[in-house]
């Protein structure tokens, strides 16, 4: 079992740049891939990055392409989601999630994800 904990959310203005990071604990990192989602009041939860265990592959959701990468540090067990050029549409809780299935990763089932973090608040203001 692998404990996630996110932190460096917060607020900022619309264009403005964070980097959001996942601290893992319980098991080894490197053997769980790992992704960000994010919840905005309202809506439904919302996949938007994954990576590898090794960090060789990363995908996004079309809306964050381009302003946004995820990345991860296996040495210090913690994954990130640096986001740039921030639109506030990007307003929501963001959360991380691992899993040491290869195959929902491969498959791109990230919501079926096992290990989920509380979630950190990104705030965007216009």
């Known amino acids: 079992q692998v404990q996630l904990v996110e932190s460096g959310g917060g607020l900022v203005q619309a264009g403005g740049s964070l980097r959001l990071s996942c601290v893992a604990s319980?098991?080894?990192?490197?053997?769980?891939?790992m992704g960000w989602f994010r919840q905005a009041p309202g809506k439904e939860r919302e996949w938007v990055a994954a990576?590898?265990?090794?960090?060789?592959?990363?995908y996004y959701v079309d809306s964050v392409k381009g302003r946004f990468t995820i990345s991860r540090d296996n040495a210090k067990n913690t994954g990130y989601l640096q986001i740039k050029s921030s639109k506030p549409e990007d307003t929501a809780v963001y959360y991380c999630?691992?899993?040491?299935?290869?195959?929902?990763?491969?498959?791109?089932?990230?919501?079926?994800?096992?290990?989920w973090g509380q979630g950190t608040q990104v705030t965007v203001s216009s």
């Open positions: 999630a691992a899993d040491p299935d290869r195959m929902k990763f491969y498959a791109g089932s990230y919501d079926s994800f096992d290990y």
């Open positions: 319980g098991r080894t990192f490197s053997n769980y891939a």
């Open positions: 990576i590898s265990g090794s960090g060789d592959m990363t």
